[in-house]
Nanobody
Framework: QVQLVESGGGLVQAGGSLRLSCAAS????????MGWYRQAPAKQRELVAT???????NYSDSVKGRFTISRDNAKNTVYLQMNSLRPEDTAVYYC???????????WGQGTQVTVSS
């Protein structure tokens, strides 16, 4: 029912920037969290950042000050602006939408971000 379409991943040099976008289509609950997670090879999926409907944000310590999450409620779209990228940021980044009304989770297909040293 709900589909998440991501874009913006790619290959950049250390210190560069990327902007990820994720557009959700279908029936999205009014109260929800949108966010980004990432998974590097041989590592667990980890939180990058989340943002509530009202704009409350939460960041992992490793990206705070470098990444900025934002959303457009009218378009059901979440963005992740990534600056000062480091090789350690290399991972597959996944978009997530979690309904706070029904407790359902939806995931994007994942987009590869590679940061060269």
């Amino acid at each position: 029912q709900v589909q998440l379409v991501e874009s913006g991943g790619g290959l950049v040099q250390a210190g560069g920037s990327l902007r990820l976008s994720c557009a959700a289509s279908g029936s999205i609950a009014t109260l929800n969290l949108m966010g980004w997670y990432r998974q590097a090879p041989a590592k667990q999926r980890e939180l990058v950042a989340t943002i509530s409907t009202r704009g409350t944000t939460n960041y992992s310590d490793s990206v705070k000050g470098r990444f900025t999450i934002s959303r457009d409620n009218a378009k059901n779209t979440v963005y992740l602006q990534m600056n000062s990228l480091r090789p350690e940021d290399t991972a597959v980044y996944y978009c997530n939408v979690r309904s706070l009304i029904y407790g359902t989770n939806y995931w994007g297909q994942g987009t590869q971000v590679t940061v060269s040293s």
